[in-house]
């Protein structure tokens, strides 16, 4: 998977392919669909949602660029494959999930495989996690129509948002960085997630 599907496609990130070569995704899949886990596509994980294929996440964590001392907010923990990358990658992870059933599921996969430095919570995503802000980074993993104002507020001064911005059809990647309070966004590359709901929280 990191060779062919990632290295030889323009990820160059080593602490990217070196993470991503040592989380094991399949242990964030479900069972009837482990033989495809090191596939390039994404998988269903119950409640409507999915983990991404691997190349978008490696892009998208090769564009946050994260450093080893980041305390980051990742808004959609899913499966927590990507929180577990996170959790590699940088000194904190805080993550928003709103289906209850899938934040149980990924804390106990998380804890089981001991990527410590993780704290997950069933909630609205699009609000953040302001007890912890603020953010050196933030990883949105569903796709919002605009900027999320909330979760830019609780970016630090320098710090960047990854965000899939766009209709449910189809979005960009958008990289966000608060320079001087105000956004400066960069686009990147066309992706498609499944969309950021905001309000009442799934309680499982």
Same mark, same amino acid.
């Given at each position: 998977m990191v060779r062919t599907q990632l290295a030889e496609r323009g990820i160059r990130d080593l602490r990217v392919l070196d993470a991503m070569?040592?989380?094991?995704?399949?242990?964030? =899949?479900?069972?009837?669909?482990?033989?495809? #886990?090191?596939?390039?596509?994404? %998988?269903? !994980? *119950?409640?409507?949602?999915? !983990?991404?294929?691997?190349?978008i996440v490696a892009a998208m964590l090769e564009y946050l660029a994260l450093q080893a001392t980041d305390r980051v907010l990742e808004v959609g923990t899913g499966s927590g494959y990507v929180t577990a990358l996170l959790s590699l990658l940088s000194a904190e992870v805080y993550s928003v999930e709103r289906h209850a059933p899938l934040a149980a599921s990924a804390e106990a996969t998380l804890q089981r495989l001991e990527y410590r430095n993780v704290k997950i919570k069933v909630g609205d995503g699009s609000q953040g996690w302001a007890e912890y802000a603020p953010f050196d980074a933030i990883l949105v993993s569903a796709a919002t129509p605009d900027m999320p104002s909330a979760l830019f507020d609780q970016l630090r001064e320098g710090g960047r948002?990854? /965000?899939? !911005?766009?209709?449910?059809?189809?979005?960009? %990647?958008?990289?966000?960085?608060? /320079?001087? *309070?105000?956004?400066?966004?960069? !686009?990147?590359? *066309?992706?498609?997630?499944?969309?950021? =709901?905001?309000? #009442? /929280?799934?309680?499982?």
């Open positions: 070569r040592s989380v094991p995704r399949h242990e964030f =899949v479900p069972e009837s669909f482990r033989q495809d #886990a090191y596939e390039d596509h994404p %998988l269903p !994980i *119950g409640e409507g949602q999915t !983990i991404s294929q691997p190349y948002m990854m /965000v899939p !911005i766009g209709p449910s059809s189809c979005q960009e %990647l958008q990289l966000i960085r608060k /320079v001087k *309070g105000q956004p400066e966004v960069k !686009i990147l590359e *066309g992706c498609r997630f499944v969309p950021l =709901v905001e309000g #009442a /929280v799934d309680g499982g």
